[in-house]
Structures are given as C-alpha cells and as structure tokens.
C-alpha cells in the first residue's frame, strides 16, 4: 500500500524533538517509502541550539533521503501545482507552524509546501509538538482536527505535572496515521495519555 508513496516531510523548530527525524525516516524506509522530499523551515536550519544544530539536522535530512532540502518558500511553490508529493507528513509541527497553518499564513518552505499541497485534496499528517497546545494553540488545534484532509499523529501531555499545556506527538503512530490519512480517516485514539 504504501511501497510507491511519495512523502513530503517537514521539519520545523520543534528542536527537542529532532531526535525522532532519523527514526521516522528508517520507519518510511522499512514500509517501502523511498521517495522522501525534505522540506525544512527556516528555524530548522538557521538556529543553533542545545539540542541539535543546522548544520548536522542538513547533513542528516540530504543523507537520509537522498535529495536537497527544500529551504525557501520559492523551491516550495512547485510542490502543489507539479503534484511532486502523495502526503506530507509536518514531524515535528511546532505551536507557531500549527497557528500559521489554521490561519493560511505561508512564510515558510514548510507552509507553502502544504498550501500548495493540500490544494489538491490530499492528506496532511501533522506530529504536534508544542508547550502550548491545551493554551494558547488549543482553539488553532481544534480547527485543524476539524479541516479536510488534516490528520494528526496521536499525541500526549508532555510532562504534564511541569508542562501542563504542553503537548508532543507519538512518532511511532506515524505509519497507522498515514495508512488511515490515506483512506480519508483520523487515527483513533487520538489523545494516548
């Protein structure tokens, strides 16, 4: 089912969780997906920090799949009218991407890859990672769950007795989550914990 599928996956600022870009890719990989197009956001590759840094996330995502990072909005553009993907998967999608995306705002390589993409009526996967996703981005959460051709990854509380609003995705749901966004349908369960 999913050995011809051609991803799209973007990579935004969510820098704690970029331990599971390599994970998520071998997974694709082990399910016949070898046409991976890495979009990345400007965050991703332009601020170092304590977890990671741009530098290495470049290396890892052009190894990994085997093609250039898509790293402006203009290489982003083509996605949708040359109907380049089958599905991207956002993994992980920060609050700011989640906000930017319910409200149609485009100014990252991520963003105006999905706005392009979803234009043609196919799926999205989105793997939220965000310390404010039962706060301020709830409302921004709530309306994606409800947007055609939106689907989520199940996700958590993360650490819910520091980070009470906080909440990140389950990246070893990403292959159920795919195969369902495929035929039209949301993961259940979708909150895990």
């Known amino acids: 089912m999913l050995k011809d599928l051609k991803i799209g996956l973007g990579i935004t600022g969510s820098f704690c969780n970029f331990s599971k870009i390599k994970p998520e890719i071998?997974?694709?990989?082990?399910?016949?997906?070898?046409?991976?197009?890495?979009?990345?956001?400007?965050?991703t590759l332009n601020e170092t920090n304590r977890f990671s840094n741009p530098e290495y996330i470049k290396e890892l995502l052009e190894k990994e799949t085997g093609k250039e990072i898509v790293d402006t909005i203009s290489k982003a553009e083509p996605i949708g009218p040359k109907n380049l993907v089958d599905l991207i998967v956002i993994a992980p999608c920060t609050?700011?991407?989640?906000?930017?995306?319910?409200?149609?705002?485009?100014?990252?390589?991520?963003l105006m890859a999905v706005k392009g993409h979803i234009?043609?009526?196919?799926?999205?996967?989105?793997?939220?990672?965000?310390?404010?996703?039962?706060?301020?981005?709830?409302?921004?959460?709530?309306?994606?769950?409800?947007?055609?051709?939106?689907?989520?990854?199940?996700?958590?509380?993360?650490?819910?007795?520091?980070?009470?609003?906080?909440?990140?995705?389950?990246?070893?749901?990403?292959?159920?989550?795919?195969?369902?966004?495929?035929?039209?349908?949301?993961?259940?369960?979708?909150?895990?914990?």
């Open 26 to 43: 071998d997974m694709l990989k082990a399910h016949g997906i070898n046409e991976i197009l890495p979009i990345a956001s400007y965050a």
């Open 95 to 110: 609050g700011n991407t989640l906000a930017k995306l319910n409200l149609g705002i485009t100014d990252t390589p991520v």
């Open 119 to 193: 234009r043609n009526n196919k799926p999205v996967v989105i793997g939220i990672s965000t310390n404010d996703g039962l706060g301020a981005n709830g409302e921004n959460l709530m309306n994606l769950l409800n947007t055609k051709n939106i689907y989520f990854i199940p996700f958590e509380q993360d650490s819910p007795d520091k980070k009470p609003k906080s909440l990140v995705y389950d990246y070893t749901k990403l292959i159920d989550t795919i195969k369902l966004a495929l035929d039209g349908k949301q993961i259940q369960p979708l909150f895990i914990k």
